[in-house]
């Protein structure tokens, strides 16, 4: 007798993670019932994520040991799985070989699927015995640990040991707090979990990522770091028992996703709240029964009705309402804003009583002060190298592209820089102020740099400030945010982002597709090459 039945797929860890629409389409597209459409950009840049993960694996395998070292009370071996459809027998195979290490290992079973970059034996034993324990590691773009500054539970401690010595060497215990992230925990989870079926678990996981940076101390791609398989196991089952979607809905990662226009169809043709509040912005009008943006929309005709609904935000009708006509923006009321002494160089607003075309409110209590604008580029491993400033006729940047990294020396630039501005505008009795936007990023990079370089002199008079210094200027009213004024200011249906709300101003973008994560980009290709990467 025939059978007709599909075979099952299983459950991979992309599956795991992310959009679980999209693991559905996937499946689809691979039955030719959906057609997926990347554009040229688009493919260029999955195929440049995946030359770095290849490239990224290479380092790693390049610095595993090739023989057991002086001492060692094992035999080192080595498996490099090829991957010409047999990886999942090869495994196996090496596997029961017994093998120290195994490079592009598969894993499966009916239920479960896995590539993992590297299988490490962790016992003494040599062949295939009871007592034969293998951990899974992946290596990952992202940090994988930061240093603590305090004791740490035994329960969340984490060891390392050398790529160099895996296999070879037990993991010691190190000051460093695990940094988790979704797609590395869940590869790793899966990985323990067949391995656990096959009687060949450790009850360890290793992650081997960024980190070699100026700012963690961590050993980045030529250390790997271990913890207990248990820590990662919690998020497999939450994520092994999330329902699969019915319907789609919108996310962050629908931009960059092969199926975006065949969900959203599906989502204009019902009108879904997702195409305003994606994810779970939307989960508190869901639960009362509020589906689509017409619905939504209504209730802004109905003020009363609003003010009995708890948890949501009340401006969202109003919001809705404009999304349908095309409107990104609206203004709140001015009084609660135009007040704020922020807005005008901390002086006390004063309703003007005749403006003439082209004045400016307050044009004469504002008009002497000092205003520098403030942007930063970083790295997520290695740091900030880019520093710009603007004081309304030139641009200045500090910058850092060196291969290595100057060890904050453009930073202290930086700092000497605006701190003289400061001086001379305080010397002639005028305000100051300097500006960023989302001011989270520019503060965790000065604060981190003057923790570590704090008083190191780079040339004369170029001195890297203390923490307590960065910390008294950052709380200063000479420091101000201005999307928290923004903020304030307006209400959005979409990205209040600052090439967003640029626009209101009527200022455009040279080059509109360089975000930040393409300036990452550039950075990296700029130097050459360094420890981690802006994405997995």
């Not at 094992?74 to 029961?96: C, K, M, N, P, Y």
């Not at 993992?116 to 293998?134: E, H, P, W």
Request: with cysteine.
């Amino acid at each position: 007798m025939t059978n007709h039945l599909l075979p099952v797929t299983p459950v991979t860890p992309a599956d795991l993670t992310g959009c679980r629409r999209r693991s559905i389409l996937l499946r689809a597209a691979t039955a030719g019932r959906v057609t997926p459409e990347l554009s040229l950009a688009a493919r260029a840049d999955r195929q440049a994520h995946r030359q770095r993960a290849a490239l990224r694996r290479t380092a790693v395998t390049s610095a595993l040991p090739t023989t057991a070292r002086r001492g060692d009370r094992v035999r080192f071996s080595r498996t490099d799985i090829v991957d010409d459809g047999t990886a999942e027998e090869q495994t196996l195979e090496a596997l029961a070989a017994g093998v120290r290490v195994i490079t592009g290992a598969r894993l499966a079973d009916d239920a479960l699927a896995c590539d993992i970059d590297l299988l490490v034996r962790l016992d003494d034993g040599a062949g295939i015995s009871a007592s034969t324990a293998y951990m899974p590691v992946t290596v990952t773009a992202h940090t994988t640990a930061r240093r603590t500054k305090g004791p740490v539970a035994e329960k969340n401690s984490v060891r390392v040991v050398d790529v160099a010595a895996l296999g070879l060497s037990t993991p010691v215990v190190a000051p460093l707090k695990h940094r988790s992230n979704a797609v590395d925990s869940q590869k790793v989870a899966v990985a323990h979990v067949l391995l656990d079926r096959l009687g060949l678990a450790s009850g360890d996981v290793g992650f081997i990522g960024g980190g070699a940076g100026g700012t963690t101390g961590v050993g980045g791609y030529a250390r790997c770091v271990v913890i207990t398989a248990d820590r990662v196991l919690d998020g497999l089952e939450r994520a092994l028992e999330a329902p699969v979607p019915a319907h789609p809905v919108r996310v962050r990662e629908c931009a960059d996703c092969e199926f975006h226009n065949h969900c959203r169809c599906e989502l204009v043709d019902s009108g879904d709240l997702s195409l305003m509040l994606p994810g779970d912005r939307g989960r508190q009008w869901r639960e009362l029964g509020v589906h689509t943006l017409p619905d939504l929309a209504a209730l802004a005709d109905r003020p009363a009705e609003l003010t009995t609904l708890p948890g949501v935000n009340r401006e969202d009708p109003a919001l809705a309402a404009a999304w349908m006509a095309g409107v990104e923006f609206l203004r709140r009321p001015l009084r609660r804003w135009i007040t704020g002494p922020d807005l005008w160089c901390g002086h006390a607003f004063r309703m003007p009583g005749h403006l003439g075309d082209g004045e400016l409110p307050m044009a004469g209590e504002i008009g002497d002060a000092v205003e520098i604008d403030v942007d930063m580029e970083a790295h997520p491993s290695r740091g900030t190298f880019l520093w710009g400033t603007f004081d309304g006729s030139e641009y200045r940047p500090f910058t850092d592209f060196s291969r290595d990294g100057d060890e904050g020396e453009h930073v202290a630039r930086y700092w000497t820089w605006l701190m003289a501005r400061r001086r001379a505008a305080h010397d002639s009795y005028r305000v100051f102020r300097t500006y960023c936007y989302s001011q989270q990023g520019e503060n965790h990079w000065m604060r981190s740099y003057a923790t570590r370089f704090g008083g190191r002199e780079y040339a004369p008079g170029i001195i890297m400030p203390t923490l307590s210094e960065v910390n008294a200027f950052l709380n200063s009213p000479e420091w101000v945010d201005v999307f928290a004024l923004v903020k304030t200011a307006l209400a959005a249906n979409g990205s209040l982002g600052l090439k967003s709300v640029a626009r209101l101003a009527g200022f455009t973008f040279s080059q509109e597709d360089v975000d930040g994560r393409a300036a990452v980009d550039l950075f990296e290709i700029a130097v050459g090459d360094v420890d981690g990467d802006a994405d997995s």
